[in-house]
């Protein structure tokens, strides 16, 4: 296959599955693995697609948000490991919060048993939520269609009556010169407020979140603990401003 068209062929591939490993692609392929990587880089160079902890994503707008849909679809057992490990840190009699992000959602059966109550701005944790019987308030305010989270004036205004023991959240991008961010103003601006009201604030993010940028800027990286399935390099960098735990499958 020639280099054009393993080009093409990588492109087509992210379009329909949005991300795709290293290995996938040479076994798709039949190329070598530094090919694959010098094929990566140069599209990533021209645009075409990002680099991510053992392969590539589709690159996105700055200010376009997945769909709920999509998230979900993206790196679930990554989730599923990240979530686990949150929930080992909330204990009986404490109040947190969840975010609406799909990380998140996947706490929610390992929180089962726990005598706990649960704030949350995300309409698909509601459903999980009730299952388990575990007492929780939902934020008023403005629905997004995409993400489904609750968000606006009236949602920011009920979230300023809580206090939290946790907060638990995540972000569309993460970097050392930008902190936390996400595709949209009103989401941040929850965000961010939940980070002042919460004691110990936990950000869930997944590998391919890493060196990424989007619009709106939450708060800086060292004003969150990490949990994230991160190994790259950036990891040593990112010690030296905050806490950070890797999870492992």
Do not use: W
Not at 67 to 95: F, P, T, W, Y
Not at 126 to 151: C, E, M, N, W
């Amino acid at each position: 296959m020639l280099t054009p068209e393993r080009h093409q062929f990588i492109l087509e591939l992210l379009n329909k599955h949005h991300t795709i490993k290293l290995k996938e692609l040479v076994e798709s392929t039949g190329a070598s693995e530094s090919t694959i990587r010098r094929d990566l880089d140069q599209l990533e160079q021209h645009g075409e697609l990002r680099r991510v902890h053992g392969g590539a994503s589709l690159r996105r707008p700055s200010i376009e948000e997945p769909s709920i849909g999509e998230k979900r679809s993206q790196h679930h057992a990554e989730k599923v490991l990240i979530a686990e490990e949150a929930s080992r840190l909330v204990e009986d009699g404490q109040s947190i919060f969840l975010d609406a992000g799909t990380t998140t959602y996947e706490m929610v059966p390992y929180l089962a048993g726990k005598k706990i109550t649960v704030v949350t701005n995300g309409l698909p944790h509601l459903d999980a939520l009730a299952t388990h019987s575990i007492p929780t308030y939902v934020l008023g305010g403005f629905v997004k269609g995409r993400t489904q989270a609750v968000v606006g004036a009236s949602a920011l205004q009920n979230l300023s009556q809580y206090r939290f023991d946790h907060c638990f959240m995540g972000a569309n991008g993460v970097s050392l010169e930008d902190g936390y961010t996400t595709p949209d103003p009103e989401e941040a601006a929850i965000k961010r407020t939940t980070l002042t009201l919460s004691q110990a604030r936990h950000m869930l993010i997944d590998a391919s979140k890493f060196n990424e940028v989007t619009f709106s800027h939450i708060t800086p990286i060292s004003e969150a603990n990490i949990i994230t399935n991160y190994k790259g390099a950036l990891l040593e960098q990112i010690l030296e401003k905050t806490n950070i735990k890797v999870v492992t499958s």
